[in-house]
C-alpha cells in the first residue's frame, strides 16, 4: 500500500514538474534557514571549544547601580570593586574567576599595525574553561598574585609573530608592557565570547591599580560548580546578597544593584528581554519567542503548499473520485495525500539540509566570526528531520482532509 | 441481486428544487444484462449512481446483494462497493500518472492482498480485454477503446458481483462502441457477469436482455 502511495506521488511529482520545482524550493529553503540559526544557536549553547565546560558554570557580567527612585542609573559590566567586595563573598560557587572581557590592542611587527583582543584574567579562568594547549602552560596563583609579567596567546599570534618556531620564552611588547609568553592555545571561536581572545595575561599586571577602587568597570565573573544543579543555589546566594547583604559605598548614593548569574541560553534572553532594574533573565519570553518564531516561519511555506495542494484539487477530483467509487475510504484518501505531502517535504528537507551544509562552510570560512566552527550534529540533524516532518504533515493534512471529503458523483464530473 | 424500492432524489439548489427520481422501484437479477435508456437529463445517470452507491437517494430503500443500506457513512460503504461493485465510466477515468496494469490493480489496493497476488489477478483481468501485451504503457498512449478497455479491466478485476457502466461507448466511435459492446456481451454470457448500462443509443440497448425507460425521473413501462 505505502509503496503504490510513493509510487503515485512520485509520478504525480514528475508529472507537475513546475510544480514540484515551487514547492521543493520553498520547502529547502525554508528548512536550510532554520537549520542555519539552529546550527547557529547550537554552536553558541554547546561551544566545542574551551567553553564546552558551560554546563558547570553561570556568567556574571551585567550590573545595574541605581538608587531608590532610580534617577541615578548605571547599567553595564561589573567594577572591580564590586567584585571583591560582593561576589567573592560568595560561598556556593567552587571556584570564581573575572576576567577584564575582551580589549582590543595594537601589536606591532615590522612597522605593521595588529590589531589584537585581549583580556587580563586570573588562575581560575584556566580551570573552568577547557583551553587546549599547543605548547606551554597557562599562569598559576602564584604569577597571579605576584603580578608577573607572563602572556598565553593563542596558535594564529604565535605563528604570524613566530613562525614555525616555539614562541615560549619569547617577549611580546604592548601598551608600554612586556610579557613573557608562557604558552599558546588554539584558537577560539568568536562565538565563545567568554573564552575567546588572542592575548591572556594576569589581571594584576594592570598599568595603575586605580580599577580597584571601582564599582562599574569591564570585567566579567565566571562561577563554577562541578554540580551543574548547584548553579541555581550560586544564583539564589547572589540574589540574596544582592538584596539584603550588598556591599556599596557608591560616592554617587546608588544604593541598590541588579545582577545575576546567568547561563548562555539566559544570557540571550536577559539581553534581549529583561529589563535593568530586574533579577531575572526572562528566558520564559525568550523560549516563547523562539517559538512562534519558528512557527510562523515555517507557515509561510506551508501556507503557500496548502494553497497550491488545494488548488490541485479539481486537477485529481477525477482520480479521487475514481479511488472512492472503487472502494477507497476518506481516511486511506487522507494518508495518501499526507504521504504525498511529507514524501515531497522529505526531498526538500534533504536540499535544504545540504543547502545549509553548503552555507555554513561558507560563513566558516569567510571569516566573519572568527574561529567559528558550525558543522552538522545529530541533535542539529534531528531538529531538522522533525522539522520536516511537521512541515510535512501540516501542509498535507488540510488539502487531504478536504480531497476525502468530495463527494465521489461530482469529483467524477470535476469537481464542481 | 440489486433490488430498489420507492427511490426518490431531489436536488436542492438555493431556491430551487429539482425532481431527479420519483418513487423507483425495480429489480436486476443476478446474470442479467439491463440497459437503462432515456433522454439526457432524464435522471438515468442519477439512477445509475444511486445503485452504485455514489449517490444517497432522499428517499426510498436499495439492497446490494441481500445487503440492505442503512447507512451512507464512508465506513459502512466503501467496502461494500469495493468487494461488489465494479464501475464502467463514459470517460474511462483512468489516472493517468499509473500504468496501465497499476491502474487496473486500483480496487485491489483496498484490499487485503499481497502485491504478488493484485499482479496476478490485474495480469488476468487485462488478458480477458485483450491487452495482455500493453500493461506497462501509460493511458495516454493507447486509443479511446483500448482506454475503455482497460478501465473494464479494472471494473473486472476484483470480480463484483454488478458492473454499472455509465454511457460505456459514448465517447467511442462506432466501431471502438461495438468491440466495447462485445466485451461486455461476453464477460456477461461466459462469466455470468450481472451488467447495468445506462445509455442513450437505441442499436446498443437492443443487445442487451432488458430495456429499462427512464423519463423525467420516472420508469415508462
New interface residues.
Given amino acids: 500500500?505505502l509503496?503504490?502511495y510513493v509510487?503515485?506521488a512520485w509520478?504525480?511529482f514528475l508529472?507537475r514538474k513546475f510544480f514540484t520545482f515551487i514547492n521543493l524550493f520553498g520547502i529547502s529553503l525554508t528548512l536550510a534557514v532554520l537549520m542555519i540559526a539552529t546550527s547557529m544557536v547550537e554552536g553558541y549553547l554547546y561551544p566545542k571549544g574551551p567553553e564546552k565546560t558551560s554546563a558547570n558554570y553561570k556568567v556574571i557580567d551585567r550590573l545595574t547601580l541605581t538608587n531608590e527612585k532610580h534617577t541615578s542609573t548605571y547599567g553595564g559590566r561589573l567594577g572591580f570593586k564590586f567584585i571583591k567586595e560582593n561576589i567573592w563573598r560568595l560561598t556556593s560557587p567552587e571556584l570564581i574567576s573575572l576576567n577584564s572581557g575582551a580589549s582590543s590592542v595594537a601589536l606591532y611587527q615590522n612597522n605593521q599595525k595588529m590589531p589584537k583582543s585581549f583580556r587580563r584574567t586570573d588562575a581560575n579562568y584556566w580551570k573552568i574553561l577547557d583551553f587546549k594547549f599547543i605548547e606551554g602552560r597557562a599562569f598559576d596563583h602564584g604569577e597571579v598574585e605576584q603580578g608577573q609579567f607572563v602572556a598565553v596567546i593563542n596558535q594564529k599570534l604565535a605563528t604570524e609573530l613566530f613562525g614555525q618556531s616555539s614562541a615560549i620564552g619569547k617577549s611580546l611588547d604592548f601598551n608600554n608592557q612586556r610579557f613573557q609568553i608562557i604558552g599558546v592555545t588554539e584558537n577560539v571561536s568568536e562565538i565563545e565570547r567568554n573564552a575567546t581572545a588572542d592575548i591572556w595575561t594576569p589581571y594584576t599586571t594592570m598599568p595603575s591599580t586605580s580599577y580597584q577602587q571601582d564599582y562599574q568597570g569591564s570585567w566579567e565573573v565566571i562561577v563554577y560548580h562541578s554540580d551543574p544543579s548547584m548553579l541555581d543555589e550560586i544564583q539564589k546566594e547572589y540574589i540574596n546578597m544582592l538584596k539584603n547583604d550588598l556591599v556599596l559605598d557608591h560616592q554617587d548614593g546608588m544604593s541598590v544593584a541588579y545582577s545575576g548569574a546567568f547561563n548562555k541560553f539566559e544570557n540571550i534572553a536577559y539581553q534581549a528581554f529583561s529589563d535593568e532594574y530586574s533579577y531575572q533573565s526572562g528566558t520564559k519570553t525568550l523560549a516563547t519567542v523562539l517559538i512562534v518564531l519558528v512557527v510562523v516561519f515555517m507557515l509561510l511555506p506551508s501556507i503557500n503548499m496548502i494553497n497550491l495542494n488545494v488548488s490541485r484539487i479539481m486537477e485529481r477530483s477525477?482520480?479521487i473520485?475514481?479511488?472512492?467509487?472503487?472502494?477507497?475510504?476518506?481516511?486511506?484518501l487522507v494518508a495518501q495525500f499526507i504521504v504525498e505531502s511529507i514524501l515531497i517535504t522529505l526531498v526538500g528537507g534533504l536540499i535544504g539540509i545540504l543547502i545549509s551544509v553548503f552555507l555554513l562552510n561558507l560563513i566558516e570560512q569567510s571569516g566573519l566570526i572568527a574561529f567559528a566552527e558550525f558543522g552538522m550534529n545529530l541533535r542539529v540533524l534531528f531538529i531538522g528531520f522533525v522539522l520536516i516532518l511537521v512541515f510535512g504533515f501540516i501542509s498535507g493534512a488540510y488539502p487531504a482532509l478536504k480531497m476525502s471529503r468530495l463527494?465521489?458523483?461530482s469529483a467524477?464530473k470535476g469537481g464542481e | 441481486m440489486l433490488k430498489l424500492s420507492n427511490i426518490s432524489k431531489t436536488f436542492q439548489t438555493d431556491k430551487i428544487e429539482t425532481i431527479a427520481l420519483s418513487e423507483i422501484n425495480m429489480q436486476v437479477d443476478k446474470g442479467e444484462f439491463v440497459s437503462i435508456m432515456g433522454p439526457s437529463g432524464c435522471g438515468k445517470s442519477t439512477l445509475l449512481n444511486i445503485m452504485g452507491l455514489l449517490d444517497q437517494p432522499t428517499e426510498g430503500q436499495i439492497e446490494v446483494d441481500s445487503n440492505i443500506i442503512s447507512s451512507y457513512k464512508d465506513k459502512d460503504i466503501t467496502g461494500l462497493r469495493n468487494k461488489k461493485i465494479g464501475f464502467i465510466f463514459q470517460s474511462f477515468h483512468l489516472i493517468p500518472d499509473l500504468r496501465v496494469i497499476d491502474n487496473v490493480e486500483l480496487p485491489l489496493l483496498y484490499r487485503k492482498m499481497s502485491a504478488k497476488q493484485r499482479r496476478e489477478l490485474a495480469q488476468e483481468a487485462l488478458e480477458k480485454v485483450g491487452l495482455k501485451a500493453r500493461t506497462q504503457h501509460y493511458p495516454t498512449q493507447l486509443s479511446g477503446g483500448q482506454q475503455q478497455r482497460v478501465a473494464i479491466a479494472r471494473a473486472i478485476v476484483g470480480k463484483p458481483e454488478l458492473l454499472l457502466a455509465d454511457e460505456p461507448t459514448g465517447n467511442l466511435d462506432s466501431h471502438m462502441g461495438d468491440e466495447i459492446m462485445q466485451l461486455l456481451e461476453n464477460l456477461h454470457q461466459q462469466d455470468k457477469a450481472t451488467i447495468v448500462m445506462v445509455t442513450h443509443d437505441e442499436e446498443m440497448a437492443k443487445r442487451t436482455e432488458r430495456t429499462i425507460r427512464v423519463f423525467d425521473g420516472q420508469l415508462v413501462h
Avoid: H, I, W
Fill in positions: 500500500m509503496y503504490n509510487l503515485t509520478k504525480v508529472r477525477s482520480e473520485g475514481v479511488r472512492k467509487a472503487f472502494g477507497a475510504s476518506a481516511s486511506q463527494n465521489p458523483v467524477l
